[in-house]
C-alpha cells in the first residue's frame, strides 16, 4: 500500500511528464534563477508538436523596489523526465 501511494505522489509531483504542454511551474523554475521569484506566471498561446513547443510565458516581478509585468517567447523541448526550457526572448516589459 506505501509502494502504491509513493507511486500516486509521484505521479501528481511529476504531472508535466504527461502533460501536452509545458507548465507555468516549468517557466517559473527556470526564470526564478536569472530575474527572481516570479509572481502569477502563466503560460499561453503554445504551438509546436509533441517534442518541441513555443509558448507566451507572461508574469510579475519586483526589482529595486519596483514592479515589472514581462511577456517572453519560450521554447521548450519535451525530455522523458518532464519539459526543458531551451531559450527565450523577451516581447515586453512594462513598468507598473
Known sequence: MIVSLGAIALGISG?????????????????????GKLIDPQITNCSGDTEKQTCVVSYKRTFAGNSYYEELSMNFQKTPSGWNVLGYSVIKTDTL
Open 15 to 35: 504531472c508535466d511528464l504527461f502533460s501536452s504542454h509545458p507548465s507555468a511551474d516549468v517557466a517559473a523554475g527556470y526564470m526564478n534563477n536569472i530575474v
